[in-house]
């Protein structure tokens, strides 16, 4: 059980496009999803915080306009990163925690390698 | 502030021998303390968790984490080594913000193994 998947595992785009990221709970309600970005050999850096039904909260640095984050559904979480320039080439992560959130533990889907030519 | 060291970015073991990856955190509260292992392009696998209760906490694959509260450490531990245990290797903490468990993550450390 607790299975996170995303989707694309890989996507180019060229430079000024914008890429739709999502990551969907396939067997389990998730009430938030964590959005993550890792650049290479580093840690993971959490982006934002999306709650199904209201506005993400954005971690301190980060552009809520460059990355947009819906969470339409308790199964799905979507990342998009607008006009896209080469710096935004990166690994981004998703997680999913089930409800009761102050106990459960936060899943991990296996990740998109974004590269922006 | 919250925060975790991991001390050792790269530690190289034999393929059998036994495996102690420290982690040492930061936390005003009780925390909730997470290791978790990540192959190359791939995402994170939950290795084990600990919440409250017994501060030896059992994994899978063979690995297992002490709680020490005295030494603010979590240190990730594993008998014998596999060659398949080859990865990187995150300690986290969760922190409480807004009613969410968010998690603060070390840097890691890349365990290589030789055969």
């Known amino acids: 059980g607790a299975v996170v998947s995303q989707h694309p595992s890989r996507v180019i785009c060229k430079s000024g496009t914008s890429v739709k990221i999502e990551c969907r709970s396939l067997d389990f309600q998730a009430t938030t999803m964590f959005w993550y970005r890792q650049f290479p050999k580093k840690s993971l850096m959490l982006m934002a915080t999306s709650n199904e039904g209201s506005k993400a909260t954005y971690e301190q640095g980060v552009e809520k306009d460059k990355f947009l984050i819906n969470h339409a559904s308790l199964t799905l979480s979507t990342l998009t990163v607008t006009s896209a320039h080469p710096e935004d080439s990166s690994f981004y992560i998703c997680?999913?925690?089930?409800?009761?959130?102050?106990?459960?533990?936060?899943?991990f889907g296996p990740g998109t390698r974004l590269t922006v030519l | 502030a919250q925060s975790v060291t991991q001390p050792d970015i790269h530690i190289t073991v034999s393929e059998g021998a036994s495996l102690e990856l420290r982690c040492n955190y930061s936390?005003?509260?009780?925390?909730?303390l997470f290791w978790y292992v990540q192959s190359p392009g791939q995402g994170l696998q939950l290795l084990l968790k600990?919440?409250?209760?017994?501060?030896l906490v059992q994994g899978i694959k063979g690995f297992e984490a002490e709680f020490k509260r005295s030494q603010s450490s979590f240190n990730l531990r594993k008998p014998s080594v596999h060659w398949s245990d080859a990865a990187e290797y995150f300690c986290?903490?969760?922190?409480?913000?807004?009613?969410?468990?968010?998690?603060?993550f070390g840097a890691g450390t890349r365990l290589a193994v030789h055969p």
């Open positions: 936390y005003g509260a009780t925390p909730y």
């Open positions: 997680s999913a925690h089930a409800r009761a959130p102050r106990t459960d533990t936060q899943y």
């Open positions: 600990y919440f409250s209760g017994d501060t």
């Open positions: 986290a903490v969760g922190a409480t913000s807004g009613g969410y468990n968010k998690l603060i």
